[in-house]
């Protein structure tokens, strides 16, 4: 079944968790200079308009990114420096009426071929592929600064960044329509030969497209989840690709639904599982804008991360927090009123005998995160600190964070 289109929900709170994760992964993958893969299963048009009859019928990106936009701009000294650069990144695009989607945002974080050479940062800072709309001097979304083509080749000499970076992006989609609007989109400003763009399922395609060259890099995974063998199909692809490619970040957006709530869970678990037999780490964050008891729709989603960036869990500790208390839902008269708390549920794991294990050993601690998992007994975890929003007690808004560390 190909019914499903992502432009009626594009900018709406799932793809704000998304994104501003993917950003994070994508920041803390440039701090080298090496170069990586990028591969999105399932890309869908990659580029949408807020203003699509699709978008308007639906509401949610008015909701969502337009809403985050708005009251970030209203309130700035509230917005965590952690979500800045996806913020200025979407707002460069809502200029233009338009929302970027995870190949959009990974393109532009393809570097360019020669450093010393295409007058670009050097170093950690994000570098983006179509540098044609940019001035001189400006500050970029992900915290690269244009300069002047002379300069960076003298900081880029003086870093010795003077080989030549191969970034590769690979994509791809099933969807008959949208695989050409894909195609169409990617070739925007773009150095077109280092995407590699494929009409195929993303399932079958782990064992060949898996492990990618350069090794190093992410895969991202986000289907519809609109037929039930979706769940499925997620963990033997995502087993497959994991055992192919340990060294890799994988990542896996999921939707939270009432009334998959078991599937959910199981796919969870089996993403901890696969880590914990490699071993390495894993996380997962979530999302949550409405009543848990919802029974119409989405009432948030979560991403999981195998192998995260070193920080990642701390930078998100700040990012949902703020993402909770500005998208959550209005709730209605019926509804129980008081503040609303925001809980992190956040589970730590430290190697036995460091002082962070000593610290909290006169601590109660709790072994909640950890059940089921195959990991040795040298970690333990430590709970999470209650949280609270600020001047958002009308609405509902709450999230989730746990942490599998090795």
Known sequence: MLSYRHAFHAGNHADILKHSMLMLILQSLQKK???YSLIDTHAGAGLYTLDDERALKTGEAEEGIIRLIRLADKEPKEVPEELLPYLDLCRTYAKEGRYPGSPEIMRRFLRPLALADRGKTAGGGACFADSAKSGAGKTQPGGGLRTGAGEVRSKAA?????????????????????????RIN????????????????????????????????????????????????????????????????????YPLLKRRRAETAQLKTALRD?????????????????????????????????????????SMRKTLPYLASVLGVKKDASSHGGQTEFVGETELSVPAGSKAMQ?????????????????????????????KSHNRGSTFGTWNLDMYAV
């Open 33 to 35: 200079d090496k170069p």
């Open 158 to 182: 003086k870093v010795g960044a003077t080989a030549t970076l191969q970034d590769k992006l690979i994509l791809l989609e099933l969807h008959n329509t949208e695989i050409d609007v894909l």
């Open 186 to 253: 990617m070739k925007r400003n773009a150095d077109s030969s280092r995407i590699n763009i494929h009409h195929r399922d993303a399932y079958e395609a782990m064992s060949s497209l898996v492990p990618p060259e350069p090794k190093r890099g992410l895969l991202l995974m986000d289907p519809s989840y609109e037929v039930d063998s979706d769940y499925t199909n997620v963990i033997d692809s995502l087993r497959e690709a994991h055992r192919r490619w340990t060294s890799g970040i994988i990542c896996l957006w």
């Open 274 to 314: 696969m880590a914990a037999g490699t071993p390495c780490s894993f996380m997962t964050a979530e999302l949550l804008v409405d009543d848990e008891e919802n029974e119409t729709g989405l009432y948030g989603s979560g991403m999981a991360v195998i192998n995260p960036p070193w920080h990642l869990d701390d």
């Open 359 to 387: 610290d909290a050993s006169s601590e109660p601690t709790s072994s909640q995160g950890l059940q089921g998992a195959s990991y040795t007994p040298d970690v333990v975890a430590t709970p999470g600190a209650l949280e």
